[in-house]
């Protein structure tokens, strides 16, 4: 991120590009508009681009859709595509990588991928008072 952009306008600009780069439409179903401290900020964001690179990679998806919200009970991060998913014992470094990212930030990561219909990338960090 740079000095000074919120997390809504890293992910505009991140999701905007990496759509133009690769050829994939990615729908936006929410955005923060809160402020969101910047190691959560940045481990969602590692997270994020994670996810966009398997689904470049591996899915086969023509639509990736994100959604970053932000209430009361913490931040909410979903990654989603309907491309060829994979078997759970396939997981491979790239998940590792976004597991390790939300376990810095003090959150939690989940991957549910169904071979043939797609994959979801679901990333929680409680808030912390």
Partial sequence: MR?????????????ADWSRRT?????????????VPSPIA?????AIREALANAEHHSGASVVSVAVTVSSA?????????????APD?????????RA???E???????????????????VVPRRE
């Fill in 23 to 35: 050829g994939v439409t990615v729908e936006t179903w929410a955005l923060p508009g809160d402020d």
């Fill in 90 to 98: 396939r997981a491979g470094r790239g998940i590792a990588r976004m």
């Fill in 74 to 86: 913490g931040l909410r991060m979903t990654v989603s595509d309907h491309g060829r998913g994979f």
């Fill in 3 to 15: 000095g000074g952009e919120s997390l809504k306008e890293a992910l505009e600009s991140c999701l």
């Fill in 42 to 46: 940045e481990g969602v964001l590692a």
């Fill in 101 to 103: 990212a939300f376990a």
């Fill in 105 to 123: 930030i003090g959150g939690t990561l989940t991957v549910r991928s169904v071979e043939g219909e797609g994959t979801t990338v679901t990333g």
